[in-house]
């Protein structure tokens, strides 16, 4: 954003305002702080001072009077346990005496009032109660009565203006700091009332200040945006206010020019992309169709070929048997060639038939037992493992939704890859297993055969390709391309494992039954609980010696017979003379 020039800014005028406030606010509290402090003061003076003193100058009193009774009693009696309220009332005098001076320091007046009050006091006992008391021990009751005279009642009746004075001086001084208490209260309060009004009219100025300098620019602002958002891209925006406020018209009016070119190009854009998508949805649908129709063409090529193909293959076959030896070597070996000529070409058909049929002639998914699937595999490939003395094994299986036909056909191509990729004198062992990874069953087919190079690993999927010869390892290179195609069909991916030490490892896919995605939790939570540790996927399928123990393997090797109440569970197996793949 631009800086803003010309008048007070808004955030300018608020500090201001905020500041007087402040100021004004902090002068009162402060003065309200020393008030406040004057009037503790004040009323400690009122509480713990005159209040306690006016108390102790009628107790000061009553110890006179005692004294001045008690000298009565024992001129008339001239018993000695009379005189005992004159000692007590000597005593609790000065006791009350020392209490008041600590009291004095900030009442002179009362100070010397006090001071008369003792002066006066003294006199008293010096003329009248000491004679008094000496005259009836020595002479009698009689002597001592004569001496308390109207004279001597004038005296302590000094005694007694002196006290009544003190505590008037006491009672002047209690009303006066009662009046300074009620004063410095009403100026509290009144401060206090100030300090109020000084909030409200600073609240009022600022909710009237923001109400012209925000609300109604923004209300203005707001609602030309609110005409633009509505789609009126060429509408102007103007405001007023402080000079932020103009700014941001100005920033929002230059958004809206922008925003106003871009939807120009958009409108222009997507037209654009709306004639592309047409031509692209219509030539989806022509590659749907030429799909569709290259589908049926290579399904009717397939089926319409194989008719005279067959017609081909007999008559050449025929060829072989009837004039074999009685032509020259050379028409033997034109007829061998067109008899393995055909044959191949009917394979060919017959794959490629096969391949095109995968996803299109459906029977729909069920629940399809691998381990019953790899028996009717064991089956198929019987000749072939007895031929090669192949072993074939696998672990615990799972049960997944699929197509039992295409499973079969999958994990088929995959055992016969691994027996007719064998390497020289090595008796072939494939080994199929099975382990959960997240949601998916991660399916491995490995053997000890002649292994695939890392550079070739993802090429053997491609429909025709091989990377061996006809003479060396027959077979039409459709077989793995069928495998991909499955597995795509059932949600699964296919690759090879080129970190396996020896042979080829193919691992592929399948979508895991939420039961038994559900059981692995659980297996793993308890297995938690109790302190074990779940185990963990690897990238290798090839179970461990803790894993076959576990898992219960199906294999038949050449000190096992096969089966013969149900379909065999595995055998050997010998290299296919032509085999899909």
């Known amino acids: 954003m631009k800086p803003v020039a010309g008048g007070w800014s808004l955030r300018r005028r608020v500090i ?9 606010l902090i002068g009162l509290a402060g003065a309200e702080a020393a008030l406040a402090t004057r009037n503790r003061t004040q009323i400690d003076a009122v509480l713990n001072k005159t209040g306690p003193l006016r108390v102790q100058s009628q107790e000061l009193l009553n110890a006179l ?14 018993d000695r346990a009379d005189l005992r309220p004159y000692q007590a009332g000597l005593d609790q005098e000065k006791n009350r005496v020392a209490s008041m001076r600590t009291l004095l320091d900030d009442y002179p007046q009362i100070n010397r009032e006090l001071g ?12 009248v109660a000491v004679p008094v008391i000496g005259t009836t021990e020595q002479d009698g009751t009689r002597a001592g009565q004569a001496l308390i005279t109207e004279q001597a009642r004038q005296q302590f009746d000094q005694v007694r203006l002196a006290v009544n004075d003190l505590q008037e001086a006491i009672l002047v001084a209690r009303e006066q700091a009662a009046d300074d208490v009620r004063s410095s209260s009403n100026l509290l309060v009144v401060l206090l009332i100030i300090a109020a009004l000084v909030v409200v009219v600073a609240g009022a100025v600022l909710l009237l200040s923001l109400d012209r300098m925000v609300i109604r620019p923004l209300v203005g602002l707001a609602t030309q945006v609110r005409e633009v958002a509505e789609g009126d891209y060429q509408h102007g925006i103007a405001t007023t206010g402080p000079p932020e406020f103009i700014q941001l018209g100005e920033d929002v009016d230059a958004m809206r020019q922008k925003i106003a070119s871009d ?38 090529a397939s089926h319409d070929l194989q008719e005279p193909l067959r017609k081909v293959a007999s008559f050449c076959q025929l060829l072989q ?16 060639f067109a008899v393995d000529g055909a044959q191949r070409m009917q394979r060919l058909i017959n794959d490629l038939l096969a391949f095109s049929r995968i996803g299109r002639l459906t029977t729909g998914f069920g629940d399809v037992d691998l ?21 074939l094994s696998w672990t615990e299986l799972p049960v997944i939704r699929g197509e039992e036909p295409l499973l079969t056909n999958l994990l088929a191509n995959l055992v016969s890859n691994s027996i007719k990729f064998r390497r020289p004198d090595v008796p072939p062992k494939v080994h199929v297993s099975a382990r959960l990874v997240g949601a998916e069953w991660e399916i491995s087919c490995q053997d000890n055969g002649i292994g695939i190079e890392p550079e070739f690993a993802d090429k053997i999927f491609v429909i ?3 990377l061996h010869s006809k003479d060396a390892y027959p077979g039409t290179g459709i077989g793995l391309a069928i495998v991909k195609k499955i597995v795509e069909y059932h949600g699964g991916r296919v690759w090879v494992d080129t970190d396996v030490p020896e042979g080829t490892a193919i691992r592929f896919t399948l979508p895991a039954l939420p039961e038994a995605v559900e059981a692995a939790a659980a297996a793993g939570a308890a297995a938690s609980d109790s302190g074990e540790l779940p185990a963990v996927a690897t990238g290798d399928a090839t179970p ?34 032509e085999t899909v793949g």
Do not use: C, H
Not at 65 to 78: M, W
Not at 276 to 299: C, I
């Open 16 to 24: 201001t305002l905020l500041t007087v406030v402040g100021v004004l």
């Open 65 to 78: 009077l005692d004294q001045e009774t008690a000298v009565r009693g024992y001129a008339v009696s001239g």
């Open 116 to 127: 008369l009050v003792e002066e006066i006091a003294e006199q008293w006992r010096q003329s």
């Open 263 to 300: 939807l120009a190009e958009v409108r222009q854009a997507r037209e654009r992309i709306e004639w592309v998508n047409s031509q692209l949805q219509k030539q989806a649908e022509e590659l749907t169709r030429s799909n569709r129709d290259l589908e049926q063409f290579a399904y009717v």
């Open 321 to 336: 048997r009837r004039y074999a030896g009685q032509l020259d070597e050379r028409a033997d070996q034109y007829i061998a």
């Open 371 to 391: 381990n019953k699937v790899m028996g009717d595999v064991a089956g198929q490939t019987e000749a072939a493992r007895q031929y090669a003395d192949a072993e």
């Open 464 to 466: 025709f390709q091989r």
């Open 544 to 577: 461990s010696d803790e894993a076959q123990e576990a898992l219960p393997e199906q294999s038949a090797g050449p000190d096992r017979p096969d089966r013969t109440d149900g379909p065999p569970e595995s055998g050997r197996t010998g290299d296919m003379k």
